[in-house]
């Protein structure tokens, strides 16, 4: 069972206060939506969470230890943070192989078959500076999910997806969801976001001023 | 349309950026005082005149001739001058062509304006980098009760190793002003044509082996010799003749711009560093 | 795990920095300008052999001194040699061709943001340390691979003979330049010394570049600030020479031969100095600091 707790947290950049003293707090096994307009704090929650900016005020928990104490990051997480970023010269496979090589968590099929699922195709050689906007977004998702993470972050991810990206996605999510993942995205389009969580918290201005549990019958229709 | 475009281009590439001009000053007046206190060795009773002074910074180096008995050292002063001048004219081009300057491209409709609009910005900044060495050596002079004429005494030539021949010119204008302005300006435009083929990174280092090329050697064919006070015609037998550098630079520019010219109006723009 | 994972983001780092394609770039230009240096040489080497075969053979009472030491290796090869052109543009491209390995590859990664990719796997440990040695070490490589080549031509054709230092006007040292002594006495030494300096110039200016991408945005001025500062040294090291103690400060010319006078404690100075500095800030700045 994971659990992530911020406590209190506040995050001040070039004395603009980004994230004010918020206090939240996450399980394994659900899917949770931060909502708000752009600038109101969701990336620099997500990044905060990650572990990748410290946070000034407060406390970050990962099941009871603390970020930039305990532990530098959590130990087993996705993220898509802004946009996708890989090495250019690489293909998506090759790319993916080298993050992978990282942690050696997993073998080159897990990464094929990854690659297979968010529909891009494991045998091309095209370099990822040639990929579409798209095919970059799709290999994003790819890198976040191949190593089935415990914790699970993804911003904005439907970004210059189309309905069959989308629609793979899902699946991905869900699939994600029944393994236990903890799993926290975004979304600019609300309908797609109250589709895919089971919670939405929302952001303005840095602080959580909302939060409401998406009631979801069996088949998992809103 | 096009004299927007240029102002946008003097306004974005020349007249932001306080720092670069705060160095070159700093530069120039260390080389001033460094000037001034050797000077006190070289002529004690006199003062030096601007002439003198400008010669130190654009004097270079005479002709190397290799041999067991003396080692090459490039003229440190005249070296750092170009270089950093090469360098601060390097990148504004092709760093605007990825960002703003696409809008602007577009807006103007005309590749042709673009282009010209940025020679010109390279005639510019160079004008204003040497600019700065020119009146902070001028502010330098007067300030420490220099001479405020352009000619150059002999012990200045004694200074730098030149034979004291009866029809030595007293001023040198054109080898220590227009020379090593047109020699810079046309290999800005070479570096800045150059950046589009092989990126700046590689357009710079063409430029650094052409100043080391020149260094080494005293040919009419490599345009550095130009920019080096010392090696002109009326200083040293054999030496780089003024009309041949001017002809050569604005041949070089020439041929810069038109290839640039004709390159960018097929270049594909696409967001690469 | 955490040693596990060092590894790992060390070994990719490497495999990085050698397979990309500037590192290539780097060598292939580095190299082109050495062999360009070691064919010149051995043009003039052949040249003067067959000036001197004449000599002896129409006058040998004449020339019964076959002046070995005035053509040997050690100061012929790159390191050792002075007063060519190609010579000069190698060591004042010694910082661009350094930087150009993998210098930059911080910079690129922070600014597209893969360093956040990798950062969360491995921690900022493993990441800065792997960064700054593999800079290092392609920049590092990048010199010595065209010093290596120019040293093998050379070898191939010009005998090793022992420096002598009654022929010290063809040796690029002076008496009062560093490792004069171990010139003469243990030229091998020296060589492999040369080699090591160079190169590791090479790497530290890479490495800084790594160091200074914490503070500079700007590509070119971040990957050409090292080569302008060692300009700007070159310049107070002239004005250090004249008004202070006659004795070179700057890098670029104590890396190579028929230089100012040099000590070996400040080329070690400026080796431990900028070490430390770069690596400091590298691994300060790494843990502490926002991965955006």
Known sequence: MMTIEMQGVTKIIKRNTIIDDVSVSFSSGKVYG?????????????????????????????????????????????????????????????????????????????????????????????????????????LGI??????????????????????????QLKKIIEKEKQRGALIILTCHDFELLKEFCDEIYYIDNGKITDHSIEKKEESGQV | MFFKMVWYDLKNGLLKGKWKYLFFMGLSLIICIDF?????????????????????????????????????????????????????????PYRDLSGMGKQVLINSKSRIGWWFSKCVWILCSVFVFFGIFWMVSLLFCLVTGGKCSLEISIRMYQYLGITIMPDMPSELNIQIFLLPLLVMSSLGLMQMTLSFFIKPFYSFAVTITIFVVSCYYMNPWVIGNYAMVQRSSLLVRG??????????????????????????????????? | ??????????????????????????????????????????????????????????????????????????????GGSYGQVELDIFFLLIPILAILAYAWSYHEEKKSGYSRNVVCRTGRTAYFFSKYISAFLAGFTAILIPMVCN??????????????????IYNGIMTDNMGFQMFYEMPFLFLILRLTLDCTVGGLSAACVVALTFFIRNKFALMLAPFLALLVIQYAS???????????????????????SSSAWIAGGYVIVIFLLSFGITMWKGVRDDVF
């Not at chain 3, 070691?38 to 001197?52: D, G, S, V």
């Not at chain 3, 002239?238 to 100012?260: D, H, M, N, Q, T």
Request: proline share 5%; charged share 25%.
């Open chain 3, 238 to 260: 002239a004005l250090w020479y004249y008004y202070v103690s006659e004795i070179s400060i700057s890098p670029l010319e104590f890396i190579k031969a028929g230089s100012r």
């Open chain 1, 142 to 167: 790819a890198a976040a999910v191949m190593e089935h993470p415990e914790i699970l972050l993804l911003d904005e991810p439907t970004n210059a997806l189309d309905s069959t990206g989308i629609e």
């Open chain 1, 34 to 138: 931060l909502k708000g307009i752009n600038g109101s704090g969701k990336t620099m929650m997500m990044r905060l969470i990650s572990g990748l900016i410290r946070p000034n005020k407060g406390q970050i928990l990962i099941n009871g230890k603390q970020l930039w104490k305990d532990l530098n990051f959590p130990e087993s997480i996705g993220i898509l943070i802004e946009n996708p970023s890989f090495l250019d010269d690489y293909s998506g496979l090759e790319n993916l192989k080298i993050l992978a090589g990282l942690k050696k968590k997993i073998d080159e099929n897990t990464i094929r078959e990854t690659i297979a699922e968010v529909g891009l195709d494991p045998n091309d050689k095209k370099k990822y500076k040639k990929y579409s906007l798209g095919m970059k977004q799709r």
């Open chain 3, 151 to 168: 040293l093998m031509l050379i070898s191939a054709f010009i005998p090793a003979v022992a420096p002598d230092v009654y022929y010290d």
């Open chain 2, 239 to 273: 030496g780089m003749e003024a009309v041949h550098g001017i002809c050569l630079a604005l041949l070089l520019s020439a041929v810069s711009v038109g290839i640039g010219l004709l390159f960018f109006r097929r270049y594909d723009i696409l967001d690469r560093e």
């Open chain 3, 1 to 78: 795990m955490e040693d596990e994972m060092m590894k790992n983001c060390f070994f990719t780092e490497l495999k990085k920095a050698f397979g990309n394609k500037r590192f290539w770039i780097a060598v292939l230009v580095g190299t082109v300008i050495s062999l360009l240096s070691a064919w010149k040489t051995l043009e003039r080497y052949f040249e003067e052999m067959r000036f001197r075969q004449w000599q002896i053979q129409y006058s040998p009472d004449d020339y019964m001194n076959p002046d070995l030491p005035i053509y040997t290796v050690y100061n012929r090869w790159i």
């Open chain 2, 36 to 92: 001034r206190l050797r000077w006190n060795l070289i002529d004690s009773l006199n003062v030096p005149s601007y002439g003198d002074f400008l010669m130190y910074i654009f004097s270079g180096m005479k002709e190397y001739i290799p041999s067991p008995m003396t080692q090459f050292r490039y003229p440190e002063i005249w070296i750092l001058v170009m270089l950093l001048t090469a360098y601060q004219i390097l990148y504004y």
